[in-house]
């Protein structure tokens, strides 16, 4: 979901952006309007996360997978290897992206235990001692596991894949090195990407690259080497003004806390519905979970479509459901999920 607020917004100046009497979208990037947009929304950026001087912000194209790319190509190290901790679905995807250009080493940090999907503590994460660096997904959409805790070491980098949690909860990013995330969940719509880097490691030359994903070129061209999808940065700009004014990324995390919980809580309490993952790292934005009776996927999937409730079935590669409760979802859609869901299984029972 994106927040009513901002499409409402967007929906009235669609046609006519500022007065201008053109839409947003028929603006040239370089006009004086489109660049104050694109200050505005970085500084907002920088404000909700906190971010310091010591990074840069770029806007890029090509989504999560693009930055599966960008990464290595930008930090690759000649004779190091990079390190890929895997816990699911895209973390295993970025190392399978990564290992088309650098050497990679994957360390599962899954600590599955009878049935129960389960994430080491990051401190007992066996990390070789040198790397180009190190790469982790703080949640796993797919899998719906969420690691609240920050890797570190001594000398690499830290790498984080934050396209699923990005600003659903404070965290402090002087602990990363680079932080990237597709639009597509808490941002706006999909066509952009953010990326987080400590200008440090623009300093490194990398592998040859094309334009498009070389984060020191992107910098020093203002995140615009090319054309940059102009309305997905204007929307990215309404969200991040929607939520300075809701409370920024704490209010969020209130409010995701309490929509996990409630839904977390509603499933550990049926005898219906199961979550297979431990409780130290369920995901707070996207909720798997299973009928017991699996016959009735597809009734369940259909009926909750009848009653206004989207996109549940879960992904291809898991199987059962799951409900992606993202920062412009409000508590009231997460108790209509769960009133449903309580409906349906007295209706199965
Ligand atoms: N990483 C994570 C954690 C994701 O959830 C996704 C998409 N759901 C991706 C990467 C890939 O993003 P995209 O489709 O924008 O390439």
Same mark, same amino acid.
């Given at each position: 979901?994106?927040?009513?607020? @901002?499409?409402?917004?967007?929906?009235?100046?669609?046609?006519?952006?500022?007065?201008?009497?053109?839409?947003?979208?028929?603006?040239?990037?370089?006009?004086?309007?489109?660049?104050?947009?694109?200050?505005?929304?970085?500084?907002?950026?920088?404000?909700?996360?906190?971010?310091?001087?010591?990074?840069? @912000?770029?806007?890029?194209?090509?989504?999560?997978?693009?930055?599966?790319?960008?990464?290595?190509?930008?930090?690759?190290?000649?004779?190091?290897?990079?390190?890929?901790?895997?816990?699911?679905?895209?973390?295993?995807?970025?190392?399978?992206?990564?290992?088309?250009?650098?050497?990679?080493?994957?360390?599962?940090?899954?600590?599955?235990?009878?049935?129960?999907?389960?994430?080491?503590?990051?401190?007992?994460?066996?990390?070789?001692?040198?790397?180009?660096?190190?790469?982790?997904?703080?949640?796993?959409?797919?899998?719906?596991?969420?690691?609240?805790?920050?890797? !570190?070491?001594?000398?690499?980098?830290? @790498?984080?894949?934050?396209? !699923?949690?990005?600003?659903?909860?404070?965290?402090?990013?002087?602990?990363?090195?680079?932080?990237?995330?597709?639009?597509?969940?808490?941002?706006?719509? !999909?066509?952009?990407?953010?990326?987080?880097?400590?200008?440090?490691?623009?300093?490194?030359?990398?592998?040859?690259?094309?334009?498009?994903?070389?984060?020191?070129?992107?910098?020093?061209?203002?995140?615009?080497?090319?054309?940059?999808?102009?309305?997905?940065?204007?929307?990215?700009?309404?969200?991040?003004?929607?939520?300075?004014?809701?409370?920024?990324v704490k209010a969020m995390e209130v409010q995701n806390i309490a929509k996990a919980q409630l839904l977390y809580d509603f499933i550990d309490g049926s005898s219906f519905y199961t979550n297979k993952v431990a409780k130290h790292c369920r995901s707070r934005m996207n909720v798997p979970f299973w009928l017991n009776d699996e016959s009735l996927n597809d009734k369940f999937v259909?009926?909750?479509?009848?009653?206004?409730?989207?996109?549940?079935?879960?992904?291809?590669?898991?199987?059962?459901?799951?409900?992606?409760?993202?920062?412009?979802?409000?508590?009231?859609?997460?108790?209509?999920?769960?009133?449903?869901?309580?409906?349906?299984?007295?209706?199965?029972?």
């Amino acid at each position: 979901m994106l927040p009513q607020a @901002v499409m409402k917004k967007a929906q009235k100046e669609f046609l006519d952006w500022q007065d201008l009497g053109v839409s947003v979208m028929e603006m040239s990037h370089r006009s004086k309007e489109f660049l104050a947009l694109t200050a505005k929304c970085e500084a907002s950026l920088r404000r909700l996360m906190n971010i310091s001087d010591e990074y840069e @912000v770029l806007f890029m194209h090509g989504g999560g997978r693009g930055q599966f790319s960008a990464v290595p190509l930008n930090l690759h190290q000649d004779g190091k290897t990079a390190v890929y901790c895997e816990n699911g679905v895209w973390s295993k995807s970025a190392t399978d992206e990564a290992n088309k250009f650098t050497k990679t080493l994957s360390i599962d940090v899954r600590n599955d235990v009878n049935g129960e999907f389960s994430i080491k503590q990051v401190t007992n994460w066996v990390l070789p001692e040198d790397a180009s660096y190190i790469h982790y997904c703080p949640n796993e959409t797919v899998d719906g596991l969420e690691i609240f805790d920050v890797p !570190s070491h001594p000398t690499a980098p830290i @790498v984080a894949d934050m396209s !699923s949690t990005i600003l659903s909860r404070e965290i402090d990013v002087n602990k990363f090195d680079l932080i990237y995330a597709g639009a597509q969940k808490n941002i706006g719509p !999909s066509g952009i990407s953010i990326v987080i880097v400590r200008k440090t490691l623009l300093e490194r030359e990398g592998l040859p690259k094309p334009g498009i994903l070389d984060y020191a070129l992107e910098a020093k061209q203002g995140s615009m080497f090319n054309t940059p999808p102009t309305f997905a940065w204007y929307l990215a700009a309404e969200v991040f003004e929607w939520l300075e004014l809701n409370g920024g990324v704490k209010a969020m995390e209130v409010q995701n806390i309490a929509k996990a919980q409630l839904l977390y809580d509603f499933i550990d309490g049926s005898s219906f519905y199961t979550n297979k993952v431990a409780k130290h790292c369920r995901s707070r934005m996207n909720v798997p979970f299973w009928l017991n009776d699996e016959s009735l996927n597809d009734k369940f999937v259909a009926q909750s479509k009848d009653a206004g409730l989207l996109a549940l079935e879960g992904h291809r590669i898991v199987g059962g459901m799951r409900a992606s409760i993202y920062n412009a979802m409000p508590i009231e859609g997460v108790q209509a999920l769960v009133s449903f869901m309580d409906a349906f299984a007295k209706e199965h029972s």
